[in-house]
């Protein structure tokens, strides 16, 4: 049902998340004509006493656009106040999306709550919405909620949450964001393995040596120490972010593009996950990290962590996948490095040219790039490593990209899931970090100190290479 009036509540709607990225991304869809004025009302809900134009003007100040185009779509936008655990609140919401959907008489009820809030506040505030807010059933439609990341804390936690969840709405009516699954280049990750020749026969043991997912950061947890340090990187951006790129690059191809199938390979291969061996692990912590008042001074949390995956299936078996990810290191990018392995009867002597490599780069500067040796250009028959280069700037220069949250939300409005984290798949996830992650919090593993703008702890370069990543040159 693609039709009708739609209502998106945005709980949490004074926050940082709200006002950064889901207002945002929002504006983005109207201003791209995928919501429409008089098919869509925006209710922004949280505790601060605000008027409507209160909270405007401040999703304002993050909003880049044509004058009338932000007027227009503020218009779409009102402000109900209230608790996150009492049902007045939450009533008045009620009554104001229930007075918009009378006044738009369209038939079709569609209602989208997003929660930008702490996961504290999931379960009353679900429970909130089931009771008090939900489409009634007597009207054709729906209602969808999304959650966002962090999922709990380790295996149980997250079982819990996730029965508690479970308990006031169907699998298919919650969206579990991770909003990596967002981004143009991941989303290309299916395309890549799955329609192109080249790849099929290459994608396996026989000839990749090690891949590495590798995130980094170029500035710290400022302002964020508080919420950081409960966490740490392993459950802030590898358990999930890098996880589910993970997922994209190893699993299996499934039976065709329907979530579930997608779903069903990325479960799949998760469950082929062996334990993460402590050797296996390198964990740092940045020089200063602890100067932020919010952090205790004795703090072990990890600011930066590279852990191996061993996939114990027949196409991956003794491939390690290097998951590394970093805050206040010296740059900012995402990227996938599939590494091949060594070509055998080497007549060129260009090993110590390096490998070839597949690198795809999510961001910034979103680029595809295969590593090959050629022959240098000249009268020598000499070789040097160059690269087929895809560079989304230079080939899609006319192109904009869009935000991660822009799709997911407007995946959630159609109803597809397949960006979205299945609930069996948040499990397998958490199976494969908590016996790690409790190691660390019982501080039987230590942060190693690193240099804010470094690469990180050596360490980390040092069990790349112990499990055969070849550093190469030339690029
Ligand atoms: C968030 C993490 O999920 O992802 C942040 O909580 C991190 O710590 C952010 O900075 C990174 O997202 P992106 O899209 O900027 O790579």
């Not at 026969?201 to 990749?208: C, E, K, V």
Request: glycine share 8%; net charge neutral; proline share 5%.
């Amino acid at each position: 049902s693609e039709q009708g009036c739609l209502s998106i509540i945005v709980l949490g709607a004074s926050g940082d998340l709200a006002k950064k990225k889901t207002f945002p991304a929002l504006y983005h869809l109207f201003d791209q004509g995928f919501l429409q004025s008089g098919e869509v009302h925006i209710f922004g809900y949280a505790r601060s006493n605000l008027s409507d134009d209160g909270l405007r003007e401040r999703i304002r100040g993050y909003l880049k656009g044509a004058p009338e185009d932000l007027s227009e779509f503020l218009q779409l936008i009102k402000y109900v106040s209230g608790s996150y655990d009492n049902g007045e609140g939450f009533e008045k919401l009620n009554k104001e999306i229930s007075k918009y959907e009378e006044s738009n008489q369209s038939g079709s009820y569609r209602r989208l709550f997003y929660l930008a809030l702490p996961p504290s506040v999931y379960p009353s505030v679900c429970r909130m919405i089931r009771t008090y807010c939900m489409n009634p059933s007597s009207h054709p439609g729906w209602t969808r909620v999304i959650v966002e990341k962090p999922f709990g804390k380790d295996l149980d936690s997250a079982e819990e949450l996730s029965a508690q969840l479970g308990e006031l709405f169907e699998e298919h009516q919650l969206y579990r964001i991770d909003h990596y699954l967002g981004k143009e280049l991941v989303q290309n990750l299916l395309v890549l393995r799955f329609a192109n020749r080249l790849f099929l026969p290459l994608w396996n043991r026989d000839n990749i040596d090690n891949i590495q997912i590798v995130f980094r950061e170029d500035f710290g947890t400022e302002g964020r120490g508080g919420y950081f340090d409960q966490y740490g990187i392993i459950r802030d951006i590898i358990q999930n972010h890098l996880l589910q790129v993970f997922c994209l690059v190893a699993m299996e191809k499934p039976v065709s593009l329907k979530p579930e199938h997608i779903r069903d390979e990325k479960v799949k291969v998760l469950q082929s996950v062996n334990p993460i061996k402590c050797e296996e692990v390198v964990l740092g912590q940045y020089d200063g990290y602890k100067d932020d008042p919010t952090v205790p001074d004795d703090s072990n949390t990890p600011t930066f962590a590279s852990v191996v995956l061993r996939v114990h299936n027949e196409r991956w078996e003794g491939v390690p996948f290097i998951l590394k990810a970093g805050k206040a290191l010296n740059s900012r990018k995402a990227e996938v490095r599939v590494q091949f392995k060594d070509v055998p009867g080497d007549i060129f002597k260009c090993k110590k040219q390096g490998r070839n490599e597949f690198v795809i780069r999510l961001q910034p500067s979103e680029a595809m790039y295969m590593k090959l040796t050629v022959k240098k250009p000249g009268l020598e028959m000499a070789t040097e490593q160059s690269e087929l280069d895809l560079s989304y700037g230079m080939r899609y220069q006319n192109v904009k990209i869009p935000e991660a949250y822009e799709r997911l939300i407007l995946d959630t409005i159609r109803g597809d899931q397949q960006h979205f984290v299945r609930r069996d798949e948040l499990k397998a996830a958490w199976q494969i970090f908590t016996p790690l992650l409790h190691d660390i919090d019982a501080g039987k593993m230590k942060a190693v100190p690193y240099q804010p703008g470094s690469r990180g702890p050596k360490e980390a370069d040092e069990l790349s290479a112990r499990v055969g990543y070849v550093q190469t040159h030339g690029y």
